[in-house]
């Protein structure tokens, strides 16, 4: 399984910005992705996780009402949708996924992160 986030940038407090997440190499043809972000000196957090099986999605409650995570059918992709962000939302934003189609699952894969910079 290979991911690759991307569409991370610089932007200012109370922006939006897209994250997209490409994935490949899924055997079942089901799959959960979630997103994750460390900060420089702080321990990676968990944002969203979406299953294709089922269609849920599962969000960290501080984050909640801010990110939203979804299924790009046409970029067949997983996306984070990031508002109103705050300079502390700065980070490296990873998508990763399990093995198997749960967000209730350990991670296994992870891609390369993106940088997503807010500037005050």
């Known amino acids: 399984v290979q991911l690759q986030a991307s569409g991370g940038g610089l932007v200012q407090t109370g922006d939006s910005l897209r994250l997209s997440c490409a994935a490949s190499?899924?055997?079942?043809?089901?799959?959960?992705i979630g997103w994750f972000r460390q900060a420089p000196g702080k321990e990676r957090e968990g944002i969203a996780c979406?299953?294709?099986?089922?269609?849920?999605?599962y969000y960290a409650k501080s984050l909640e009402g801010r990110f939203t995570i979804l299924r790009d059918s046409a970029k067949n992709t997983v996306d984070l949708l990031m508002v109103n962000l705050k300079p502390e939302d700065t980070a490296v934003y990873y998508c990763?996924?399990?093995?198997?189609?749960?967000?209730?699952?350990?991670?296994?894969?992870r891609g390369k992160g993106t940088l997503v910079t807010v500037s005050s």
């Open positions: 990763e996924a399990p093995q198997g189609s749960s967000c209730q699952l350990r991670v296994t894969y």
């Open positions: 190499g899924f055997t079942s043809g089901y799959y959960a």
């Open positions: 979406i299953s294709s099986r089922d269609g849920m999605s």
